[in-house]
RNA sequence: GUGGGUGUAGCUCAGUUGGCAGAGCACCGGGUUGUGGCCCCGGUUGUCGUGGGUUCAAGUCCCACCACUCACCCCA
């Protein structure tokens, strides 16, 4: 038997009702606060996302899925959406006349790691991106978006985590800081922060390893390194949470994996998933647009891992299967041909019908209407043909009554549409 | 990419030192010649993850692969 590709997965019925909640939810209030949908390729040039996501980054180091098309272009499936929405952003200009543009997308995302719970080969993502504002008032409407969404799914047990990292002007001075005392401490680290110690020494704020945490006990803070700029945005963004009464932590490690980010950073965490404790993460990317080629404008943004969104919605999720209003039960072929009209006729006017096509005893017929959680069933068979009317048993109470077949289809739309 | 665990019916799982592949739930039929849920009776479920090997004999032992899962790593 041909099986699916590891780390891709399907969404049967049964759990597509719950994505498809998070996402008429998610749309519903990104459209409210004015965001409009972008739809981009899922196929991309490969330079644009070792442009954007950075050379040094485990995503385009080892995770993305590229390869050679018929024409010999490197290309990349898209291992998330900011790239593509900042590429479309410049190439359509969308900054003019206006820069300001709340923009999303929701898809499919690909990433080449060892697939574990809550982390799929291919994953979805509800991207949103604020482009071309620089306040601060920008990143604390989107932590805002984040735990409105999470509340409205009834999500508990998340919390908020900020965080800044500092501007073009006073991050190198912190990363010279850190490097310096990450010298100091060299032979304790693990072999992987010793990597990054030189490369990318913020990674290293991150590490998990219990000797690494250690040797960091007296690291510098990237908060006391902000310039008067950043401290001041920061600040912004807290007094705007605390005054949306949005609780959050401030965690001077959360660094993030993704070269663009400055300034505003933020995840929402949750202890149900395991080892993957980020639902949704993001934060602001100043010198992206410019490096990519466009204005030298401002943008923030998050990403929300869907698949994760949706086991935490589904902890406290209502049953969402559909039922029908209608079952109809026919009995003998006569009965069947008029029973099958009456179901297209429903189906058309609204109704949610169900029915039986085989020839299959009135009681199992009832069973499955049961099964299926029907409402009403209608029940046709010789008697009913020949006296002209059909009987609507209320699954409920029990109680049936005759529907005349004359005007049958218009009688019981508008009894169970109304 | 590295290490540990798991894989038997649609689902949850049992299966002894290698000796006829099982239970509960679900499903189907009957009790009720045309009335669901509860109850009673009966019945069907299977390439034992896949492919090799050892053996008179493999669900059981060995090897490889695949998938799931936990941790590392990383992030959504």
Redesign the pocket.
């Known amino acids: ?1 041909i ?7 399907d969404i049967l019925p049964g759990e597509v009702e719950l994505w498809q909640k998070i996402e008429r939810e998610a749309r519903e209030l990104l459209e409210r606060f004015g965001f409009r949908e972008i739809r981009i390729p899922i196929l991309e040039k490969t330079e644009l996302f070792r442009r954007s996501i950075g050379e040094e ?3 385009v180091e080892k ?1 993305m899925y590229t390869f050679a098309d018929r024409g010999g272009e490197a290309v990349t499936m898209r291992p ?1 959406a900011t790239a593509s929405i900042v590429r479309a952003y410049i190439q359509h200009k969308l900054y003019a006349p206006d820069p300001a543009k709340r923009l999303y997308t929701i898809g499919p ?1 690909f ?10 080969r291919q ?1 979805t ?1 509800i991207d949103a991106e604020i482009l071309g504002v620089a306040s601060p008032l920008a990143d604390a409407e989107l932590v805002f978006l984040l735990t409105s969404l999470l509340r409205r799914l009834a999500v508990e047990d998340v919390s908020a985590h900020v965080n800044s990292l500092g501007c073009a002007a006073c991050r190198p001075s912190f990363r010279l800081a850190l490097q310096e005392m990450l010298a100091a401490v060299s032979d304790r680290l ?1 072999e ?1 922060c010793s990597r ?1 110690r030189v490369r990318n020494p913020l ?1 290293v704020l ?4 219990p000797e690494c945490r250690e040797a960091l006990a007296g690291a510098p803070s990237i908060l006391e390194h902000l310039c008067g700029d950043c401290r001041r945005d920061f600040d912004l963004l807290r007094d705007a949470l605390e005054s949306l009464g949005v609780p959050y932590v401030v965690d001077p490690r959360l ?4 070269d663009y980010y400055t300034r505003a950073t933020f ?2 965490q949750t202890g149900a998933l ?9 934060g602001r990317y100043d010198r992206l647009i410019a490096e990519l080629g466009g204005p030298d404008l401002p943008a923030t943004g998050f ?3 869907f ?3 949706a086991e935490l919605a589904a902890l406290n999720a209502p049953d969402l299967r559909p039922k029908p209003d209608l079952f109809l039960a026919a ?1 003998g072929e006569p009965a069947r041909r008029a029973a099958f009209a009456w179901y297209c006729g429903l189906g058309e006017r609204g109704v949610r019908v169900a029915m039986e096509f085989g020839e ?5 017929q ?6 299926e959680g029907a409402a009403w ?1 209608l ?6 043909l020949a006296r002209g009317s059909a ?1 609507l ?6 109680r ?1 009554r005759e529907i005349p077949l004359e005007g049958l289809v218009e009688k019981v739309a508008a009894m169970l549409c109304e």
């Open positions: 038997m099986q699916l590709i590891r780390g891709f997965r980054t485990d995503i995770e998330e995302m990433r080449r790691e060892r697939p574990q719970k809550g982390r799929y994953f993502q693990c992987d990054r990674r991150d590490c998990k390893v660094v993030r994996g993704l995840e929402i395991g080892a993957q404790s980020a639902v949704a993460g993001g990403a929300i891992g698949d994760r969104l009995l299959k005893s009135l009681k199992s009832l069973k499955a209407a049961d099964r069933v029940m046709v068979g010789e008697d009913e009987s048993r209320d699954m409920r109470t029990k049936q």
